[in-house]
């Protein structure tokens, strides 16, 4: 009874969420070519950089190529690196200027104060938009011409575009399109992209903003503290009337690159736990949650010799289906095939023990560490 009753309610979590969460799974979120404005606006692209010595001349170069017939400035913020970043970046040709990081002060986190820094060092500069751009993001010539189209012609206030991420390497393979997929159940593109829908999200590493949104919700300041700035950001530009979206690149690509399961696990277990809020009742729903929807279903299947349930096996088989079917669009994007949707379950479960790391590491004073500096709820 029991087992044909967990059967029951995977089989309506995965009918939900296939039906009514806002279409997530379809995957279809894309930047659309839009006619020219009427003046092109101008532009400041701001990079914040620590220790970014392997990505950040590829970066530089691909901001200083872009195709745009507006006027374009490009900021790098040197954020007190230690391995020639901004050497690096001083060395590219074209109008670049590479400002050195303020010392970090208490309450800001180290990414949003390097950007506020850019902006304070731009604010004499004529800028209708911000263009936010992480030091490991390459963008192909034609990209800022599409965004700055876009928004224009949608009176966005801002457009970020969830980068394409390194995916070659076996673990890469197994987790990154799910990365995306889960990041898709918990922000919905369409929903975020609906101005009567409270949802709000952005990838970071692709932001453009309007300079006067940015003005009306206080700055970079008014989320100085957040680790999960990009999101963060979102939401208070749509909190405040302004118009958001995002979607899927496919000129934008990050050069990141995690050959190794320890690389990707710290990514997620540092910001996961902060996702949560802090909070242990939402940890054990969340990860209880992962249980019943993602491993439940193959649990079925995979016992049936054992149990010889048919409700059970039958409803546990078509969740499983349902899973494989949500995910494949995403997979596909990614070059993979069909049957590495089958691994899905395994892939969550890794991102359960990942999330679980993460509140460990945060009851340890160990949470959020990135790039020698260390992160808790309310420090730098």
């Known amino acids: 009874m029991i087992l044909a009753a967990l059967g029951v309610v995977t089989l309506v979590i995965w009918a939900w969420l296939l039906l009514f969460h806002h279409g997530f799974w379809r995957a279809n979120q894309r930047l659309p070519k839009r006619a020219a404005p ?21 970066c530089v170069e691909a901001l200083a190529r872009q195709d745009y017939a507006g006027a374009l400035a490009i900021v790098v913020v040197d954020d007190s690196s230690t391995d020639g ?97 889960f990041f898709q159940m918990l922000y919905p593109f369409p929903a975020v992209n609906d101005p ?9 590493g692709c932001v453009l903003l309007r300079r006067a949104a940015l003005a009306r919700i206080g700055g970079i300041g008014a989320i100085r503290g957040d680790l999960i700035d990009d999101c963060a950001l979102a939401n208070a530009v749509k909190q405040s009337g302004g118009a958001i979206w995002l979607g899927l690149a496919d000129g934008t690509r990050s050069l990141r690159v995690s050959a ?55 409803t546990g088989l ?36 990942m999330t679980l790391d993460s509140a460990l590491n945060y009851w340890r004073g160990t949470a959020g560490n990135w790039k020698g500096r260390q992160y808790q709820k309310g420090h730098t």
């Open 196 to 204: 009567k829908s409270r949802i709000a999200g952005a990838a970071g």
């Open 38 to 58: 009427g003046r092109w606006p101008s532009v400041v692209a701001i990079v914040p950089a620590r220790n970014e010595a392997p990505s950040i001349g590829a």
């Open 260 to 314: 190794k399961l320890r690389d990707l696990w710290q990514m997620v277990a540092r910001t996961a736990f902060t996702q949560l809020r802090y909070s242990s009742v939402l940890l054990a729903g969340t990860l209880a949650g992962l249980a019943l929807t993602f491993l439940v279903p193959p649990l079925l299947v995979l016992s049936w010799p054992v149990h010889q349930n048919m409700i059970a096996g039958s």
């Open 85 to 181: 970043t901004g050497d690096i970046a001083r060395a590219i040709a074209g109008d670049v200027d590479v400002i050195a990081g303020d010392a970090l002060p208490a309450g800001w986190s180290g990414k949003l104060w390097a950007l506020d820094t850019g902006l304070r060092h731009a604010a004499a500069l004529p800028a209708d938009y911000f263009w936010f751009s992480d030091a490991d993001i390459v963008h192909q010539p034609h990209v800022l011409a599409d965004l700055v189209g876009f928004a224009e012609a949608g009176r966005l206030d801002m457009v970020s575009l969830m980068a394409r991420l390194h995916c070659v390497y076996f673990w890469e393979r197994l987790l990154v399109p799910a990365f995306i997929f």
């Open 318 to 353: 078509l969740a499983w289906i349902g899973m494989a079917a949500a995910y494949w669009p995403t997979l596909r994007d990614y070059g993979r095939t069909p049957p590495e949707t089958l691994l899905l379950p395994v892939t969550a479960a890794l991102y359960g023990a």
